[in-house]
């Protein structure tokens, strides 16, 4: 298994670009989620989705839209990039969804930074 | 006032040396505690879940207190190889993790 994968590691964007990352998870995991990491402020949720076909937002949702249209894949659309966009993001897998004592996997990251 | 606080360090200690991390949290709600570890520049992985009464798992002791709303970290006998961030981590049943910002821990030969 490969478990989280992410693509790209790293991105440069422009002010007002659009962009896709990418996840995908092989291990048929129901829950699927989204979180940026800023220095001194731990992971924050953005968008999370419990099955194929459902979304929700989550702590920082504004600027970036989600899809779940199958179970392996959550890509993380970003609409117009700003420059406080700039962050790690990480995509992250759980067996099922709302069960508390489920680990949750984690991508590598992609490092993105918007000029 | 955070959801999840705690010190951000660094704990600089020397091998095989006994560290100890704090991690308090705000929301009475909170249902299931873990502790995820941070490699510098990598994901985070989970490291131990926190139960009441309190678990251990090699040289690493968890320990949570609902009354005072804290769980703890201890290790024993340090490694280099534990240098990373430790990351508090809550489940307070909104079908997301919140994350504490993390304790940097550096373990020096």
């Known amino acids: 298994n490969a478990g989280v994968t992410q693509t790209p590691k790293f991105q440069v964007l422009k002010t007002g670009q659009s962009m896709t990352l990418q996840c995908a998870q092989d291990m048929n995991h129901e829950y699927m989620s989204w979180y940026r990491q800023d220095p001194g402020m731990g992971l924050r949720l953005i968008h999370y989705s419990v099955g194929a076909g459902i979304t929700d937002q989550g702590e920082v949702p504004n600027g970036y839209n989600v899809s779940r249209s199958t179970t392996e894949d959550f890509p993380l659309r970003l609409l117009s990039a700003a420059p406080s966009q700039t962050s790690v993001y990480f995509c992250?897998?759980?067996?099922?969804?709302?069960?508390?004592?489920?680990?949750?996997?984690f991508g590598p990251g992609t490092r993105l930074t918007v000029l | 006032r955070k959801e999840v606080e705690q010190d951000p360090g660094p704990f600089n200690v020397p091998e095989g040396a006994t560290v100890a991390f704090n991690c308090t949290y705000s929301n009475s709600a909170s249902q299931s505690f873990f502790w995820y570890r941070q490699d510098c520049r990598k994901e985070p992985k989970l490291l131990m879940s926190v139960y009441s009464s309190g678990n251990e798992d090699g040289r690493f002791t968890a320990q949570l207190n609902r009354a005072s709303q804290y769980i703890s970290l201890l290790i024993r006998d340090s490694k280099l190889s534990d240098s990373a961030t430790y990351l508090c981590?809550?489940?307070?049943?909104?079908?997301?993790?919140?994350f504490g910002s993390g304790t940097r821990l550096q373990v020096q030969p």
């Open positions: 981590v809550l489940d307070t049943g909104r079908r997301a993790l919140t």
């Open positions: 992250a897998s759980s067996p099922h969804a709302g069960a508390s004592y489920n680990e949750q996997f």
